[in-house]
């Protein structure tokens, strides 16, 4: 069963998502009050934030309606899909909390840990983690 079509329309959301991401985090309080146009209608800036936060969810909702509805197997994950799901929440948190950051706090260090070192530490643990899950598929 291909994935191309899916997997690249959800590169192009997630590539939106980022560039909404790199744009936002210099949003200063005042910035977010500033009305702004948004499509067909006129709102603040703060709320376009708080509407990248609950459209994924409302969304994500929708998404499983149409699944259930249309009887696609998609609708009834297994373990491991039910875990991933978890995992990109997951790593939604740690890309969010790295938006807000910048260059130079890559190496202040508290306890002899940096946010460069922590960040290496985690791609080195999905390259193991990539690797233990492509044996796992070999027959």
Same mark, same amino acid.
Do not use: W
């Given at each position: ?8 329309? /959800?590169?192009?959301? $997630? ?7 790199? &744009?936002?985090? !210099?949003?200063? =309080?005042? #910035?977010?009050?500033? %009305?702004?146009?948004? +499509?067909? @209608?006129? /709102?603040? $800036? @703060?709320?376009?934030?708080? =509407?990248? %936060? ?17 009887? !696609?197997?998609?609708? #009834?994950?297994?373990?491991? #899909?039910?875990?991933?799901? &978890?995992?990109?929440?997951?790593? +939604?948190?740690?890309?969010?909390? /790295?938006? @807000? ?7 202040? &260090? ?5 946010? @460069?070192?922590?960040?290496?530490? %985690? ?10 899950? #492509? ?5």
């Amino acid at each position: 069963m291909s994935k191309d079509q899916t997997t690249q329309l /959800i590169q192009d959301v $997630a590539m939106v998502y980022l560039q909404c991401l790199l &744009e936002a985090t !210099s949003l200063t =309080n005042e #910035q977010l009050d500033k %009305v702004v146009p948004v +499509g067909k @209608r006129e /709102i603040p $800036a @703060r709320t376009i934030l708080y =509407n990248m %936060v609950a459209h994924p969810r409302e969304h994500s909702i929708h998404l499983q309606k149409i699944l259930q509805k249309t009887g !696609s197997p998609a609708s #009834q994950p297994s373990e491991a #899909q039910l875990i991933l799901s &978890e995992a990109a929440e997951s790593f +939604g948190s740690l890309s969010g909390l /790295i938006a @807000r950051t910048s260059d130079a706090d890559m190496d202040k &260090e508290f306890d002899g840990h940096s946010l @460069r070192k922590v960040l290496e530490h %985690v791609k080195f643990a999905y390259g193991l983690y990539l690797n233990g899950i #492509q044996h796992a598929k070999k027959a």
